[in-house]
């Protein structure tokens, strides 16, 4: 009986865990690829995240062919400045962020989607394992629905997909967001330095 009392409990503590939101890294860099709908761009760069100070940095890979200027964005959340410069002319446009810091996360009062595969499960390391979570964000600026996945082991981000608009603008928000080759940690400590084309307009 004691045994039969045990394997259950097992049992639910494994499911809990199964559906418990993972924490994601706090400071990761990848290789972004993002496609933004409104404007029709695709984007591929180096991402670096840093949640803690909420600040982020996309250094667009350049492509002699693009047909719209290719910029390396710094956000500097905490003192709420977005640094751009057009990585042709090297021009620097300083603005304001007109949105809060958004965490690459699984929400809280998500909901578990499920599991799914990247590669193949049949042969061994020849696949990863993702788990799914969908959000219904409903905030003070931004409505919407985000569905996320990140590998179930470690909570490393892979994608990302959002269908929503911003409420005081009513303007539509929708993106959909790969990391690649993910690492943790930030590899230099200038990451997030404001790009040499900015300083003097701070
Ligand atoms: C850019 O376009 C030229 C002419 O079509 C082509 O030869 C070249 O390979 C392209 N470069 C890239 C990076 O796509
Ligand atoms: C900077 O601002 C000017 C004027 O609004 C715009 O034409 C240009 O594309 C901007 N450059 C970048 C890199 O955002
Ligand atoms: C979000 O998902 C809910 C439930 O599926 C749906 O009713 C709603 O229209 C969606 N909202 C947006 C902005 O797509």
Not at 115 to 130: F, K, T
Not at 141 to 146: A, K, Q, R
Request: hydrophobic share 35%; with cysteine; glycine share 4%.
């Amino acid at each position: 009986m004691l045994k039969i009392v045990f394997i259950v409990v097992l049992a639910v503590v494994a499911t809990q865990a199964q559906e418990h939101r993972c924490v994601a890294p706090t400071y990761f860099q990848a290789r972004l690829l993002a496609y933004d709908h409104e404007t029709g761009y695709y984007r591929d760069g180096r991402f670096s995240y840093d949640a803690a100070s909420q600040r982020v940095r996309m250094i667009e890979r350049v492509n002699e062919n693009a047909t719209r200027p290719q910029v390396d964005e710094l956000f500097l959340h905490h003192e709420n400045k977005a640094y751009r410069v057009d990585l042709k002319t090297r021009k620097c446009n300083v603005s304001t962020i007109d949105r809060p810091f958004r965490l690459v996360e699984v929400p809280e009062q998500s909901q578990y989607i499920g599991e799914s595969s990247i590669g193949s499960l049949e042969v061994p390391g020849a696949g990863v394992l993702l788990s799914t979570w969908f959000h219904m964000t409903h905030d003070t600026e931004v409505v919407g629905n985000l569905t996320t996945s990140f590998t179930k082991e470690e909570c490393i981000p892979y994608s990302e997909t959002f269908h929503g608009y911003q409420v005081k603008s009513k303007q539509h928000l929708r993106f959909h967001r790969k990391f690649f080759d993910v690492t943790i940690g930030l590899d230099d400590p200038n990451t997030f330095d404001v790009p040499y084309e900015c300083r003097g307009r701070i």
